[in-house]
């Protein structure tokens, strides 16, 4: 059984039917994971 989400809020955040631009979540390949940069001298 899955657990109620308790508030108001929105439970996602799809686009609205009436709105002009589309959103979709894709993979581009970049995480959070990634190795940090190496800090400069």
Same mark, same amino acid.
């Given at each position: 059984m899955s657990k109620a989400i308790n508030g108001r809020g929105a439970r996602s955040n799809a686009s609205g039917r009436y709105e002009a631009d589309r959103r979709e979540a894709y993979d581009d390949g970049w995480? @959070?994971? @990634?190795?940090a940069a190496a800090p400069l001298p």
């Open positions: 995480t @959070d994971q @990634d190795e």
